[in-house]
């Protein structure tokens, strides 16, 4: 690659999670020289990304990682969706997709975070052109016209490195968006997510359940074992006494909720509560840097879409690095690669926070109109034309114009 510019690195990604190390992977075909700042370490307990979540992967999402040569590892530590049913407690009717109907394999994939921090960080510390830092504290980011430089403790030592462009990829509280001087909104839903696994009397098999309920939802995916993981949303106010609910208490409540489909709840793991916000980034990019994943945009985990839209940021991004490392003089920190990524992710970002910020709205409204619409049964999601079909190209992470790792294409 010839570069105008001199710097210790082509890319430096600050945010070594689920999207750094995909942004790292996912450029690293490219013959660039790539820098990966992390602060927590992978085996510490607090690591904020690869913890005891689970993700449910969209077929966009399997697309690239087949493309990025890690989905064989993937599939065989996740759990095939192999159909979804959406309900709304307290009202007739429900609303069933399965993969036969939409004609592919699997709907989606069930994977556990630690699991998927295993095959990526895996990957990417076999290749010799990814550095990591890890852990590291950033103290300050500086953009020049032709380099970014930040600086950071690691160890014991100061470090300073630069580069043509400088990712974003340090999550909803990104310290990168401040440093920039980007600003962000931020919705708070005054809900909690609390998370876990449980055995369920009858197989869960292959199916993810959704029951919208009066005040949050639920939702039960398949896991490994025979084990179903939850994500239970709840209002604040009572978080604190479910969280430290005695298992048996605990069970009947997620049983009153969910109701009898899947038998008895038992054999109850690890509780680990999410406080749920809609944070959305002014901008997505400055000088010579641009930010992804939940730095960008984190949404309420409603409708399981948050990772899938980040690494649809990661593809977007790496298509508009390839085709600029094609040229004969390249820098990649360009205003035009930064505008071009920015304005290709704004249909998707609009789209899926406007859809997820919706379902919240919709099941969480006491208003007398939309409550006759629920009242009608899943009216709205069956019969509001082309709302299931919407639903349905979300969860599978089909809109729009879609870059080419998440179509499965590999960079040549
Ligand atoms: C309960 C729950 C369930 C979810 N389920 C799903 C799902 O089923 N499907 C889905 O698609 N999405 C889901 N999501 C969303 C998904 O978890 C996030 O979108 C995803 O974790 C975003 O990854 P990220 O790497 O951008 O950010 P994060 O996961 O927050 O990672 C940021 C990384 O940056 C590091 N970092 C932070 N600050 C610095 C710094 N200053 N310097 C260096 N490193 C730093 C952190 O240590 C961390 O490793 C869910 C979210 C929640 C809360």
Sequence with gaps: MHSSVKTDFDI??????????????????????????????????SQPSFDDRSTALSRSSQSMFTALGVWDQIHDASMPIKSIHVSDQGRFGFSHITAEEQEVEALGYVVINRVLGDVLLGNAKKKSNIHFFCPAEITSVESQEDYCNVKFKSQDSKNSISSQLLIAADGANSDIRDFLGIGMKQ?????????GNLLTEKPIASRAFERFLESGSIALLPINKGRAAFIWIIPTKDAENLMS?????????????????????????ERVSYPLALTEAQRLYSRRSVIIGNAANSLHPVAAQGFNLGLRDVATLADCIYKETLKNKTDLGNSNL??????????????????????????????????????????????????????????MGLTGRLPSLSRGIAFK
């Excluded at 942004?23 to 992978?42: H, P």
């Design 338 to 395: 930064l505008f071009e990524y920015s304005e290709w992710r704004q249909h998707d970002h609009k789209k899926l926070k406007f859809f997820t910020d919706g379902l919240v709205r919709l099941f969480g409204s006491q208003r007398k109109s939309v409550r006759i619409l629920r009242n009608a049964g899943m009216m709205y999601f069956d019969l509001i034309p082309g709302f299931r079909k919407l639903f349905i190209k979300h969860t």
């Design 187 to 195: 919705i708070n839903y005054d809900q909690v997510a609390i998370i």
């Design 245 to 269: 609910a005695p298992e048996n208490i605990f069970l009947s409540a997620i049983q009153e909720v969910f109701g009898l489909r899947l038998g008895i709840f038992s054999s109850l793991g």
């Design 12 to 45: 430096v990604i600050v945010g070594g999670g689920m999207i750094g190390v995909s942004m790292a992977l996912a450029i690293s075909s490219l013959n660039l020289r790539i820098a990966v700042i992390e602060k927590v370490r992978r085996e510490h307990q």
